[in-house]
């Protein structure tokens, strides 16, 4: 009995051992095809020896899978991602069948490096990070969409940004254009009741009647003249910075003398500092702006204590304004003064590109998918996908106001599949009908016409150039900036260079070399007119109330 | 004071420097109880407060405005009601299949007399200290065909190997004459283990529970990447996902929905801590007993 009992378990042990050597051998069993079959893909045909009901074929029923961004807007019930009217209208026109997958609203990135690495992903991606496709390139995950796109509408349409998604002169992203607002930037929330009261009767047009200002409300009242928080190199500080001409929100990069540079390592940045300190030294900012949040910037400010704040764009107004009215406060939107130098100052936040959209290497149809996205590009579809049914969702008067119905009131799932949404639909879809545009349109004052633009965000990005860039401006520029502020560094300009030629040592060099290369080598074009308004000439529904004067 | 019946004036004396003692301990026990209820506090006033005087700061621990729209809109949410639904439902059946599991792998670990049993340890802790990594265990997942079920929140965790190493030793912990005596009675190891090792490791089992089912509730980074079908989402990923779109003003939002206020957020984090609240003070004893009795014996 014990003989046996000892075999037993000698026998237990030894198949835990093989059970953790298989685990850990062996292939996933949807890996990449055979180049043949890519072959036969690439001249065009079809190959469509397999039954339709299987994922990959070409053909009527050949099931697409699309991974389509995160969002947190729930499906209603009886609903989701592959059964709604969206979803049956596509197949309806294209005759394929769909397979979609909505990654989470958090840690998106790592699901899906899990879903590639586990053979999950055999379609296209929809993405909103535009690092992403050069991660998975470098793990030669991707295939390009080159042998496909001549006479693809969509890449006809669309041609002008796909430098954006080139990669080893290969177009492995497709770039889908702007969501409907390329220009969107900080806002300076003013108490005008209170400046009323110190006899501030306008708006500041200048740098000097701004800083005038501010010290007019230390002196006269006991609030803090202007809230803010974090480091001065983040993008909470944006507006003050773009007074310098070194706004960086989302935008670090300058063409200066033909050259790329990064604004935060320039010359005016260093005044910018200066003023910063200046703010500081004076009270006028808060002395504890390091420890601050967002949340508590609010509160300063909602609780009269603050009479003016930072807003780092318009996503947090429609909650902020009503608290704001709540608490017989008149707050505005003040308008840019100009900047240090007499410059225009502009602030950016841009989004001038919605999506890129890149292909596995396990697709087995890549001709289907460029098809799919020919569909959607139509405008036609792309009406359907973002306001519905014309006299079910919505109805169309001769100037081609729209008016959602009850059920396009309800069509807020839909969002999902807004991924080729121009810019004049943003008007009427989120602009008006979802209530934003007297939030948007008056952040989008301070980007609109600037020629200050940032050529690198119209550039292809390597993941590990952005992770260096990040990394740098944690450790040496947000650290300087912070301590330079505060004191704990004495600001100088011999401090100051010795910041920039740290950053340039560690690596900044190489990059500012690299984007400056890049950029020469497709011309040095001029981006400014990118940065343009789409706010129709007549609009009604956007009256501008929370600007200064409170009309637009 | 210890009264061990003698008379007045015979008792134990306490020191000056006992005494002092006592009141400071007391007084940082106070001080330590009070930084960790006053966040609760403050989160609770929120979750009932009106939106204007969360958003500005006016709320420390007592609530303003009291409303309960916060808490009737999370309830009205079918997401958060779904996502409890699922939480609670994946808790039980998670604790259950887990315990069974660890108790069927305690219970041999535990016989001195196992061959092999030196090396099987050795097997289990080595897992506790390194694992294959996230893609790995993410093929493991999907080559047992759970990828994006509800079985994907159950087995890929099911035992946790420091669980089994406390249930060893609360298995240790039982006279061997308990067993000994069931065998002449000819009990076979499935009835001793069942009838006499189970019920004398009670306590140990409660803690055990305990661990796996708070494991269950808060846990969500599983969920997140072997589940796409939302309606299988955990609350703790829609608590994290509303959060995280609340402290992100900068974020690109839905659009359709404004970013959700301080006091939502609040009201969220209460729904989905009033379970727990609920059931421990059921299994508080069992938790301090059972941790104990488990620890590390020789």
């Known amino acids: 009995m014990k003989k046996l009992k000892k075999l037993f378990a000698m026998l237990l042990a030894a198949a835990l051992l093989l059970s953790t050597a298989a685990c850990t051998s062996g292939q996933p069993e949807s890996k990449a095809p055979s180049s043949s079959s890519k072959a036969s893909s690439s001249s065009g045909e079809s190959s469509s020896q397999e039954d339709a009901a299987e994922p990959g074929n070409t053909g009527s029923g050949a099931k697409l899978q699309l991974i389509l961004p995160s969002n947190s807007t729930p499906f209603p019930d009886g609903m989701s991602e592959n059964d709604n009217f969206l979803v049956d209208y596509w197949r309806e026109k294209t005759g394929f069948d769909f397979d979609i997958v909505i990654l989470p609203n958090i840690n998106s990135a790592e699901k899906l490096n899990l879903m590639f690495s586990g053979g999950e992903v055999y379609g296209m991606v929809f993405e909103k990070d535009f690092t992403s496709p050069s991660r998975f390139h470098d793990q030669k995950m991707l295939q390009p969409f080159d042998d496909y796109m001549e006479g693809s509408y969509f890449f006809e349409t669309f041609k002008d940004f796909q430098g954006k998604g080139q990669m080893d002169g290969q177009q492995y992203a497709a770039i889908i254009p702007t969501d409907g607002i390329p220009c969107s930037s900080s806002l300076y929330v003013v108490r005008k009741d209170i400046l009323g009261t110190i006899g501030i009767k306008e708006q500041p047009k200048t740098f000097d009647d701004f800083n005038s200002m501010l010290y007019d409300i230390k002196s006269k009242t006991e609030m803090i003249p202007l809230a803010v928080y974090e480091a001065p190199s983040k993008d909470s500080w944006d507006t003050i910075a773009s007074l310098f001409g070194v706004s960086y929100q989302h935008n670090a990069w300058a063409v200066r003398d033909g050259n790329v540079v990064l604004r935060h390592t320039m010359p005016a940045a260093f005044d910018y500092l200066t003023y910063c300190k200046k703010l500081y030294d004076d009270g006028i900012i808060p002395k504890d702006f390091l420890s601050l949040t967002s949340d508590t910037l609010d509160q300063l400010y909602l609780g009269d204590q603050a009479a003016t704040i930072i807003k780092e764009g318009c996503w947090g107004m429609p909650t902020f304004i009503p608290a704001s009215e709540e608490n017989s406060q008149e707050s505005r939107f003040m308008d840019y003064p100009t900047g240090y130098y007499g410059q225009i100052a502009s602030g950016f936040q841009d989004r001038f590109f919605s999506q890129c959209v890149y292909l596995s290497d396990s697709c087995q149809n890549p001709q289907d998918y460029v098809t799919l996205l020919d569909f959607l590009a139509q405008p036609e579809v792309v009406k359907v996908n973002n306001f519905g049914l014309e006299g079910e969702h919505y109805t169309e008067d001769e100037s081609g106001a729209m008016t959602l119905t009850e059920a396009g009131e309800n069509l807020q799932w839909a969002v999902y599949y807004r991924n080729i949404f121009l810019p004049e639909d943003w008007y009427q879809v989120y602009g008006i009908n979802a209530n934003w545009a007297e939030y948007y349109y008056p952040t989008e004052r301070h980007s609109v016409g600037t020629t200050d633009f940032d050529p690198v965000e119209f550039m292809p990005q390597q993941a590990a150039d952005v992770t260096l860039q990040t990394e740098l401006k944690e450790t040496i520029i947000d650290q300087y900036y912070a301590k330079a502020v505060t004191g704990e560094v004495e600001l100088t300009q011999e401090t100051f260079d010795a910041m920039v030629n740290e950053w340039l040592d560690a690596g900044g060099r190489e990059l500012q070399e690299k984007y400056t290369e890049q950029y020469k080598a497709i011309g040095s074009p001029d981006y400014s007119h990118m940065y343009v308004s789409y706010l129709p000439d007549e609009h009604p529904g956007y009256t501008g109330k929370y600007l200064w004067d409170g009309h637009e | ?298």
């Open chain 2, 1 to 298: 004071m210890v009264n061990m019946g003698k008379k007045k004036g015979q008792g134990i004396r306490r020191g000056m420097d006992e005494k002092v003692f006592r009141v400071l301990s007391g007084a940082l026990i106070l001080l330590f109880s009070v930084a960790c209820l006053l966040p609760f506090l403050r989160v609770v006033s929120e979750a009932v407060s009106g939106d204007t005087a969360v958003a500005s700061g006016e709320i420390l621990i007592l609530p303003k405005d009291f409303t309960l729209k916060q808490l009737k809109f999370i309830l009205d949410t079918p997401q958060f009601t779904q996502g409890m639904w699922v939480s609670l439902s994946s808790t039980v059946v998670y604790t259950v299949i887990s315990i069974v599991l660890t108790c069927m792998l305690a219970y041999p670990l535990s016989r001195t007399d196992l061959p092999g049993r030196r090396g099987l340890m050795f097997y289990v802790v080595f897992t506790m200290l390194f694992n294959g990594g996230m893609v790995p265990t993410y093929l493991v997942v999907k080559n047992l065909g759970i990828l994006n079920t509800f079985w994907a929140l159950i087995i890929p965790l099911a035992i946790s190997q420091f669980n089994v190493i406390v249930l060893v030793n609360g298995f240790l912990g039982i006279p061997k004459e308990m067993e000994e005596s069931a065998l002449i009675d000819g009990a076979g190891q499935f009835t001793i283990l069942v009838r006499i090792m189970v019920p004398l490791a009670k306590p140990t089992l409660a803690a055990i529970l305990l661990f796996y089912a708070v494991a269950r509730w808060n846990g969500w980074f599983d969920a997140v990447m072997y589940v796409n079908d939302r309606s299988l989402f955990p609350l703790p990923v829609i608590i994290k996902d509303l959060v995280q779109q609340g402290l992100n003003t900068s974020m690109f939002p839905s659009l359709t929905t404004p970013p959700p206020t301080q006091a939502i957020r609040s009201a969220a984090v209460i729904f989905s801590i009033v379970p727990i609240i609920l059931v421990y003070p059921f299994l508080q004893k069992y938790f301090v007993k059972g941790v104990t009795l488990g620890g590390v014996k020789g």
